[in-house]
């Protein structure tokens, strides 16, 4: 069963990067049928905001209003995808998940849903 | 930018039908996914597809998706339904998600 992990620190300071790892078990991150991974984040008390998807690939698909602070990638010897946000704010305080997709096709677009969830890594901007 | 709307709270009775919205111009042109979010917890997916049920969701959660609204139904509500739902979809190359509705279990 596939499973994700966060890891990363918990503090940043403001104006400088946030960077995020999740592992990847129970599979590869190569998997023909689940190579599609990704971040979304929730504030406290607050709803899901969409991060961004990578493919193990490299291919990435980012939130247009995070799209200029973030950049996804993927270390496939180490089973693990990443994820760096530059410039944090308090604003960018979060409850960050991993996630691994899949998707479906309809007309001319691609649907993209999470079918595993990480845990979830609390990071805390402040100085 | 596309948006999806939500009911922030609903309310319903052990044993009743719950009905959660999510409405979009011209939904039933896209697919739309439903997540459960218990407190504390990490979402699970409850439906993709507009209707698809992934293994392991109760029969009792049923979804559709017509006109500008899609709808996610729990019949027999139990008290351990009590959660943040959230619908979520996809549009120009990203992923849109609902504000959230808050079920309670009363």
């Known amino acids: 069963q596939l499973q994700l992990q966060e890891s990363g620190p918990g503090l940043v300071k403001p104006s400088e990067t946030l960077s995020l790892t999740c592992t990847v078990s129970g599979g590869s991150i190569t998997s023909s049928t689940s190579p599609y991974w990704g971040w979304i984040r929730q504030p406290p008390g607050k709803g899901l905001e969409w991060i961004g998807n990578i493919h193990y690939s490299g291919n990435t698909y980012y939130n247009p209003s995070l799209e200029s602070r973030v950049t996804m990638s993927v270390d496939t010897s180490k089973n693990q995808f990443s994820l760096s946000l530059s410039s944090v704010t308090a604003a960018d305080t979060a409850l960050y998940y991993c996630a691994s997709l899949s998707r479906t096709f309809l007309v001319t677009t691609y649907y993209y849903y999470i079918d595993v969830w990480g845990n979830g890594s609390t990071v805390t901007v402040s100085s | 930018s596309y948006q999806l709307t939500q009911p922030p709270s609903v309310s319903v009775s052990p044993g009743q039908i719950a009905a959660i919205t999510c409405s979009g111009d011209q939904l039933r042109n896209k697919y739309v996914c439903w997540y459960q979010q218990r407190a504390g917890q990490s979402p699970v ?23 500008d609204t899609a709808t996610l ?3 027999g509500t139990q008290p351990m339904d009590e959660a943040d739902y959230y619908c979520q979809t996809w549009d ?15």
């Open chain 2, 45 to 67: 997916l409850l439906f993709y597809q507009d209707s698809e049920r992934p293994s392991g969701i109760p029969e009792r959660f049923s979804a559709s998706n017509s006109g």
């Open chain 2, 73 to 75: 139904t729990i019949r």
């Open chain 2, 92 to 106: 120009d190359s990203t992923a849109v998600f609902g504000g959230g509705t808050k079920l309670t279990v009363l």
